[in-house]
């Protein structure tokens, strides 16, 4: 079977040091997939491998069947695939509404004409008006993005992020810097607006992995080790003695 | 401070309003300055304007400094002379009003070439090779003297073949009408752009180019493609500037001195805003034009100003306007009047001084073998007595210290302005 993202012994060197040491992954369509591991483990430059922010050493990393390492990130996300940043990552001096239009434009065919007016051009705007309802960023429809809240901010990030109707989607750290019942609202904002897609996302609170994901990939030290669902996970020994440890019983303990 | 254009789209009536009004200033202009150096300066404003505007189009939209606009509007100016006296030399049947659009796309095609290597990157990058390529094309014109006619530059008749609709285009009111539309619909074209996917591109390419290559665009198209465009009414600008004067000159048109002025009065008039380079380009003439008159230190005092507006309002003269229109709104600006009153006073008192030094320094400097006195304000200063010295030295000191007072209890004034401001807005949005 084609998977919609496959890895195969992908590596990153910066100089000397290996990042990524020969990574394996194989996502299939449709399931979400939370990626776990200590800190400096890989996990941000594995998402980077991946949109092509940066390229790999050697390896190889497939689209839906397609190779897609060594292109831009442009041509990947043309080929559907989008990326959220654990830093924000929007346009500041844009509203609501233009940043998540910009998202749209693309997707809908519209590239670089100079021939159109924007306010003609209905599909775009009327998606990008569902997609302000969407992220719950309505009443901040004319806002300066550079005016809104912190979570707002990663709300409207989110928003950008899938704008353009990929159909595999990556989140790094979504719900990094939140509190706990902003993320757990934010939880269901991105459950909701990755319905039938495929999702991975790098996420360190255990409670929103357990929460939100079909399986789980732990990276450490630039490979992953294991690629389950939770149960297993939680129960798999290699990953309880490398990284879960304590943490694992306070997410049941949180869960239960 | 900055009120985003693209953002608050007014409503239709003042859409007409503020349109019909511009066409309005420029057919009445010459009627209401009927001096001949009145048109000339005119003239000048309206090609500049759009020189000024395809500048922001590349400095305020889409975030290129460029140190090098001059080799657009400079080759488009000269694309025109040399179609104008290829068009009289073959009887070719080319209107004088159709001139302009060649200029515009020689320009067009010079940022296609040039502009697919300096848009390759921006930043620092960009304005590095801008400035590279503006000395490489002006060095390069001084060496083909048969194409850009070396020191005397390439001169040209306007008024050739039949006339067109019974304009000969000889009389310079009829070149400040031709200017005039020109000025109109290119403002209007340039000011439609913003509304485009790409214009937006443009802007979001400018706050953040490495999200929109995540979301499926290629930056360097985006920032090329606006750079043609650019191109293409900076070679307008730059035809018209040729008609005007039947003469361009590779050392001045092509000059980084010229790059320069573009850069430093689309600045002034403010680059955030897009009617900001049309109060650039009118700066720019009265500068160079009336200022240049009254003394020989003008370039001197223009350094002054805009190291003030870089210091005080970096959002350039339209983002003065734009926050005072804001307080106005809200109902406060009465408060101001007398502070700016008091601003006005303190600092013609300190410019009164600081100018009178300046004026007897250049005059100590420049012109001593013409005898001690300078005339200043229609006083006569006297280079040699220690009373004018000291006497400029206190007015300077006096309403410096005036104007730091006024300027401090203005500021005071402002921010408690903007806050209550801030919280009426919030308020609203609450409520709404």
């Given amino acids: 079977m084609t998977y919609a993202i496959e890895l195969k012994d992908l590596r990153k060197s910066f100089g000397k040091t290996e990042i990524i040491r020969g990574a394996n992954l194989a996502v299939a369509a449709g399931e979400r997939v939370a990626v776990i591991g200590p800190n400096g483990a890989g996990k941000s430059t594995l998402f980077n491998l991946i949109s092509g922010r940066l390229h790999p050493t050697s390896g190889e990393v497939h689209l839906h069947g397609e190779r897609i390492d060594g ?42 004409t100079f021939l159109r007016f924007l306010s003609g051009l209905h599909d775009a705007n009327e998606r990008a008006e569902t997609l302000v309802r969407q992220v719950g960023l309505a009443a901040k429809r004319d806002v300066l993005a550079i005016n809104l809240t912190y979570a707002e901010q990663r ?82 020994a290699r990953v309880q003695e490398a990284y879960l440890g304590s943490s694992v019983a306070d997410a049941q303990g949180g869960l239960h | 401070m900055t009120t985003n254009p693209t ?58 400094l460029s140190f090098g606009h001059a080799v657009y509007t400079g080759l488009g100016g000269f694309a025109a002379i040399h179609a104008i006296n290829y068009v009289t030399d073959h009887a070719v049947p080319l209107p004088l009003v159709l001139i302009p659009i060649i200029g515009g796309l020689a320009g ?65 009111m009829q070149v400040y009408y031709l200017i005039a539309v020109y000025c109109f619909v290119c403002t209007a074209l340039m000011y439609a752009f913003t509304g485009t996917p790409l ?15 995540f979301i499926g ?47 430093l009065f689309t600045f002034l008039g403010g680059a955030t805003v897009f009617f900001g380079p049309i109060i650039g380009a009118v700066l720019m003439v009265l500068a160079s034009v009336l200022l240049s008159e009254f003394t ?26 734009m926050a005072n229109v804001r307080v106005a709104r809200f109902g406060k600006l009465h408060r101001f009047w007398g502070l700016y009153l008091g601003l006005l006073v303190t600092g013609l008192v300190m410019l009164a001084g600081v100018s009178a030094l300046i004026e007897m320094i250049y005059h100590i400097q420049l012109n001593a073998a013409m005898g001690p006195e300078v005339k200043f304000l229609g006083m006569q200063l006297d280079t040699s007595s220690a009373a004018a010295w000291a006497g ?9 210290a005036a104007l730091e007072f006024v300027r401090r209890r203005f500021a005071r004034v402002w921010g408690q302005a903007q806050e209550e401001i801030e919280t009426e807005i919030k308020r609203k949005e609450q409520a709404a």
Wanted: proline share 3%; charged share 15%; glycine share 12%.
């Fill in chain 2, 199 to 213: 214009g937006r591109m443009l802007n979001a390419v400018r706050d953040n180019p490495e999200r929109v290559s």
């Fill in chain 2, 217 to 263: 665009y290629d930056t360097q198209l985006v920032r090329w493609f606006a750079f043609i465009i650019s191109g293409f009414f900076a070679g307008i600008g730059g035809s018209l500037a040729a008609i005007n004067f039947e003469i361009v000159n590779a050392s001045d048109a092509l000059s980084g001195m010229r790059s320069g002025s573009y850069l």
């Fill in chain 1, 155 to 236: 709300a409207l990030e989110i928003g950008v992020t899938i704008a353009g109707g990929a159909s595999v989607i990556l989140l790094d750290e979504p719900t990094a810097g939140m509190s706990k019942t902003e993320t757990s609202h934010f939880i269901d904002l991105i459950r909701e607006v990755t319905v039938g897609k495929t999702l991975l996302t790098v996420e360190h609170d255990m409670g929103v992995v357990f929460g939100l994901a079909d399986k789980i990939a732990v990276v450490v030290y630039g490979e992953v080790i294991a690629f389950d669902t939770p149960e297993a996970v939680r129960a798999n």
């Fill in chain 2, 108 to 172: 067009a095609f010079i940022a296609f070439l040039l502009g697919y290597v300096s848009t390759k990157k921006a930043g620092t990058t960009f304005a590095m090779i801008t400035l590279g390529i503006g000395e490489l094309v002006a060095a390069i014109a001084m060496m083909f003297s048969g194409v850009f006619g070396g020191e005397g530059g390439i001169t040209t008749n306007r008024t050739y073949g039949t006339p067109f609709l019974g304009l000969t285009f000889g009389p310079q």
């Fill in chain 2, 296 to 321: 020989t230190a003008w370039l001197l005092y223009l350094g002054l100003v805009f190291l003030i507006m870089v210091m005080f309002a970096p959002g350039g003269v339209a983002s003065l306007i």
């Fill in chain 2, 392 to 400: 400029a030295i206190v007015l300077a000191v006096i309403g410096g």
């Fill in chain 1, 71 to 112: 292109m831009k990130p442009y041509e990947i996300n043309r080929r559907g695939l989008s990326r959220s940043f654990q830093i924000t990552n929007i346009f500041p001096k844009l509203s609501v509404f233009e940043n998540l239009r910009c998202g749209v434009l693309w997707s809908l065919g519209y590239r670089y």
């Fill in chain 2, 7 to 64: 953002t608050h789209r007014p409503k239709k009536t003042s859409h007409l309003l503020v349109w019909g009004s511009f066409a309005l200033v420029l057919v009445a202009a010459p009627w209401i300055f009927g001096s001949s150096l009145a048109l000339t300066i005119l003239s000048q404003i309206g090609y500049l304007i759009i020189i000024c505007l395809s500048y922001n189009m590349l400095l305020g939209q889409g975030g290129m």
